[in-house]
Nanobody
Framework: QVSLVESGGGLVQAGDSLRLSCAASGRAFDDYTVAWFRHVSGEEREFVAAISRSGIRTYYSDSVEGRFSISRDNAENTVYLQMNSLKPEDTAVYYC?????????????????????WGQGTRVTVSS
């Protein structure tokens, strides 16, 4: 079992960039598929991006494709989410989540139920 801690959120202007980090501890990190989700009050949790165990495959929602980039450094037990060209609609609490299950395509990694470990979240606010 792993524990996850997100960091890097903050308040920025539209068009700016931010990098979020998800630090893991507890067991071998390269056994886990990792994803980022975001949540706005009153809305369902939304998939943002995911990365395979080795980092060779990445997945993105249509709303962030071309602007966000997910990466991982397994030696440091950390997954990153680089967010560029931020928009006000990106404002949310961002969570990282992990599963021992492998990645089986975009539709599969967007499902919430396989992820049984979640961080506490980090808040991102983008002003217009």
């Amino acid at each position: 079992q792993v524990s996850l801690v997100e960091s890097g959120g903050g308040l920025v202007q539209a068009g700016d960039s931010l990098r979020l980090s998800c630090a893991a501890s507890g067991r071998a990190f390269d056994d886990y598929t990792v994803a980022w989700f975001r949540h706005v009050s009153g809305e369902e949790r939304e998939f943002v991006a995911a990365i395979s165990r080795s980092g060779i495959r990445t997945y993105y929602s249509d709303s962030v494709e071309g602007r966000f980039s997910i990466s991982r450094d397994n030696a440091e037990n950390t997954v990153y989410l680089q967010m560029n060209s931020l928009k006000p609609e990106d404002t949310a609490v961002y969570y990282c989540a992990a599963t021992l299950r492998g990645d089986y395509g975009l539709v599969d990694v967007q499902r919430r139920d396989p992820y049984d470990t979640w961080g506490q979240g980090t808040r991102v606010t983008v002003s217009s």
